[in-house]
């Protein structure tokens, strides 16, 4: 019995090791009755990200979340169009606060950056250390950033010295993760053009070489991706065909046997991660047939050398492939107390233009008017269907707002994978579906005009003459 007992305390301990849970609790003071979300970084290749969990902003503007992590990590912190992040670390219990917009920076459709406040930050926090660590780079670049061509020889002094101070500075720190970031961060300063400027293979010596892959640290892997940007293009004459020809034959042994006669891929792991980056940047190409880049990303996903790189390309396949015009599109239960659920399936007869929209914001309330007009004129050949987060009750002038819609609305839960699979970032945002299931385009454009002067109602417009064209046959 004594040893099961020790059994369980060990699995118990080391589960404990991997895996440990993290409290943001804060106020927001602009945002009651709002959700509060929180989104992991799924990695920095394909910049997608999965919610970890929510909660709404109480009465009193106080919020709170908890949610396991495995390791230090980025998180970004989401409501209404708004963002912002902090790093997290295992155990970590944070206390922030989660400010408006700047009221001077125009509306971004894809949501406005917003700084997060920290109260009783702990000097050993890995958000004190960072922002302590990118004051430093600040105040050194603004000092002497203007030497770099008025006295380039002093310049690089400067930079010299300061690298050994940082250097110094936290040769003692126990952080991994900090230490990657600092490392990476004056990685980056190194690639300002100096006369005394490593070049690439020096870089990939210092650096990358005796560098295990950091997947997680966002500044390893920007530098990663920023070092290895076009790779292609970069090799040699030889190595580019073979590349191509293994493309041809859709064989991802093929391509790393190419790309392995470039010296700054002669680690595997890297050699594979960049095969995968490499693949996704020519996917648009037309030098490369993209069947089969796509057949290619679609079994390394399951079938890597390196597990960690499997889901790197699942990613990325789906930003590359996700939402493109003639591609089947996802299916959606469209699901909501005391009404029928329906999917696509449901709306096979004519062309689906379904509007995400938020019932409170302005922005949406400006277009509902307009989106009127557009379903009043062509009702008869699109299908409208409206779609809303329903997490909290919503007020009388949004209800009203919403029964002013003659057409279908319904209110579906933020974990509905409609937000996900239809990459929903901002609100109002369009989606137009054709009768077969297809999609038209993702974001479609709305009522009311883009930076082009572009509405939906010259797509309708011409939709609506080629059906009756159709039917005059």
């Known amino acids: 019995m004594r040893l099961l007992f020790s059994l369980i305390s060990f699995m118990l301990t080391n589960t404990l090791s991997f895996a440990q849970t993290v409290t943001i609790s804060g106020v927001a003071p602009t945002y009651v009755g709002s959700s509060i979300e929180i989104y992991r970084i799924a990695d920095y290749f394909s910049h997608m990200e999965t919610l970890v969990t ?54 971004k459709p894809t949501g406005n950056n917003v700084e997060v406040g920290f109260y009783d930050l702990d000097s050993t926090d890995i958000n004190y250390k960072i922002l302590g660590f990118q004051r430093w780079v600040d105040h050194f670049v603004g000092s002497n950033y203007y030497r770099k061509n008025t006295d380039p020889k002093a310049f690089s002094e400067s930079l010299d010295r300061f690298k050994s101070n940082v250097e110094k500075a936290y040769s003692k720190d126990t952080s991994s993760y900090f230490k990657t970031h600092v490392r990476f961060s004056i990685a980056g300063l190194d690639n300002i053009q100096t006369s005394g400027e490593r070049n690439r293979y020096e870089k990939h010596d210092f650096y990358i070489k005796h560098t295990p892959v950091q ?24 190595a580019n065909q073979e590349v191509y ?42 030098d490369f047939p993209q069947t089969n880049i796509a057949t290619i990303l679609d079994s390394l996903s399951n079938n890597c050398l390196f597990e960690a ?20 599109a996802p299916d959606i239960v469209f699901m909501e107390e005391g009404k029928e659920t329906k999917t696509l399936f449901s709306y096979r007869k004519k062309h689906l233009y379904i509007h995400f929209f938020n019932p409170e914001s302005e922005s949406s309330k400006k277009e ?17 269907i409206s779609v809303y987060k329903k997490n909290h009750e919503i007020s009388a002038s949004a209800q009203q707002l919403i029964n002013s819609m003659e057409w279908e609305v319904y209110g579906v839960s933020e974990t509905n994978s409609v937000w996900k699979k239809y990459e929903i970032e901002a609100y109002p945002q369009y989606t137009l579906i054709d009768a077969a299931g297809y999609i038209v385009s993702s974001p479609s454009l709305g009522p009311l005009p883009n930076g082009q002067y572009e509405t939906i109602d010259k797509t309708f417009f011409h939709l609506k003459k080629a059906i009756e064209n159709q039917k005059e046959r």
């Open 54 to 107: 929510s909660s709404t902003v109480k009465e009193d503007s106080t919020f709170s979340v908890s949610f396991s992590i495995p390791a230090t990590e980025k998180i970004i912190v989401k409501s209404k169009n708004n963002k912002g992040f902090l790093f997290v670390q295992k155990g970590g219990k944070y206390n922030i606060f989660f400010p408006e917009k700047n009221k001077f920076e125009p509306f």
């Open 215 to 238: 997947y997680n640290n966002e500044v390893y892997m920007s530098y990663i991706s920023d070092f290895y940007e076009r790779m292609i293009p970069r090799l040699s004459n030889q």
């Open 245 to 286: 020809e293994g493309v041809l034959k859709s064989s991802p042994t093929a391509i790393m046997t190419a790309l392995g006669s470039e010296y700054t891929l002669i680690n595997l792991r890297i050699r594979e991660l960049i095969m995968i980056k490499s693949l996704a940047e020519v996917y648009n190409s037309p």
């Open 309 to 328: 790189n499997q889901e790197i390309a699942k990613n990325l396949i789906h930003r590359i492939t996700s939402l493109v015009p003639g591609v089947k």
């Open 368 to 384: 509902i008017p307009l989106l009127i007009e557009e379903h009043n004129k062509y009702k008869d050949f699109v299908t409208f």
